[in-house]
């Protein structure tokens, strides 16, 4: 549906060259949704507006629906963009007009008749549960309630390819949630092919389908989510999927926490888990083969696509060398072990 071959941009300011994307080719089949992840100034927002073409590929193909629209005449691209909607950060809504007038406002472009863009506007204020709000200016509205209004009037056109500039960005993280989620119902319900760009695993792992990740303009690493999860081969995916597993040791824990080891104290671990791992009862096993006791801290266990992983943060107590035995056994299992300290 959205297909990027051999995409390179390159600016130019005075002297200096810039390589925001370097051969960057990618797919996003029908339906699906698709995230490239990066941090600032990898070239996450040029890739996306080289896909709609507000940004001019230096060379390269893009191709959306089956159309090439690298080399379309401006009038055949202005009809092509009409399948291809687009959110962004700041919402960039009119605040002149009302949030109907908002939504209507693509619609009045196209010459539709007022009764039909009534009837319309009504259904999406509807579909993005914004009914009560339709005559509200932007003004009088909380960032979640906006970015829903940008989402209606991109839906307004029909669009098969929605792509979000960090349309989560500039919100809390339960109205994140609410939009995410409305984008996941958005792509279900209605289709549409969803490509997003983010600097936030957590949006990755809520509802993208595929990931690529971005660096220096380039794509080193892109899979399905629940493969990229599991077996992450770049340090960059590696620090984005560690990122969205935020455990802290408690500060209880924290003001006890010696570096060394000393008489009876026990070690602190932090086991992440992933594939089978996460399916076996790995520390009940381990209190038995090697007569260990297991204290849970704090624990957090997650799902991305197809895959499952956690990170648990456990007080190891037993001798010592049975406690050594117990972390070979988690090391052998394929969890990552880490001693963050002894209490
Ligand atoms: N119009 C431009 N002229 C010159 N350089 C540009 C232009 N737009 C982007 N760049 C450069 O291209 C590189 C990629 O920028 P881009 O905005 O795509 O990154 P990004 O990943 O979206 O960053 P951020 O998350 O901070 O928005 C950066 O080095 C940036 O300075």
Request: neutral net charge.
């Amino acid at each position: 549906m959205i297909e990027l071959r051999n995409v390179t941009k390159t600016f130019y300011q005075k002297d200096k060259q810039i390589d925001a994307l370097s051969n960057v080719s990618l797919t996003v089949a029908a339906g699906k949704i698709f995230g490239v992840i990066g941090t600032s100034g990898a070239g996450k927002s040029t890739l996306i507006r080289c896909v709609n073409l507000l940004e001019k590929p230096t060379s390269g193909e893009i191709i959306v629906d089956g159309v090439n629209l690298t080399n379309l005449a401006s009038s055949q691209l202005a009809k092509e963009r009409r399948h291809i909607g687009m959110i962004f950060q700041h919402f960039n809504l009119l605040s002149s007009r009302t949030v109907s007038e908002n939504i209507a406002f693509p619609l009045e472009l196209d010459g539709m008749p007022k009764d039909k863009i009534k009837e319309r506007v009504y259904d999406l204020l509807k579909l993005v549960g914004l009914l009560e709000k339709a005559d509200d200016y932007p003004a009088n509205l909380s960032g979640g309630q906006k970015q829903r209004v940008a989402i209606a009037r991109t839906l307004a056109s029909n669009p098969k390819v929605l792509l979000c500039d960090e349309a989560t960005s500039a919100l809390d993280p339960g109205t994140t949630k609410s939009i995410l989620n409305l984008l996941k119902d958005i792509n279900e319900r209605l289709g549409i092919t969803i490509l997003l760009i983010t600097h936030e695993m957590n949006v990755v792992k809520s509802i993208c389908d595929s990931v690529a990740v971005i660096s220096n303009g380039k794509l080193i690493e892109q899979g399905s989510v629940g493969d990229i999860f599991l077996h992450p081969k770049t340090e960059l995916a590696k620090e984005f999927i560690a990122s969205s597993l935020n455990i802290e040791v408690p500060v209880l824990y924290k003001n006890r926490l010696e570096t060394t080891s000393s008489k009876n104290q026990h070690p602190l671990l932090k086991l992440e888990l992933t594939g089978k791992s996460v399916d076996e009862p790995i520390l009940s096993q381990a209190a038995r083969l090697f007569n260990v006791d297991t204290k849970i801290i704090t624990a957090q266990m997650d799902q991305a696509g197809e895959a499952s992983f956690g990170v648990i943060l456990i007080e190891l107590s037993g001798n010592a060398k049975n406690c050594q035995d117990a972390i070979n056994y988690f090391i052998d299992k394929h969890i990552i072990v880490e001693i963050v300290g002894y209490v």
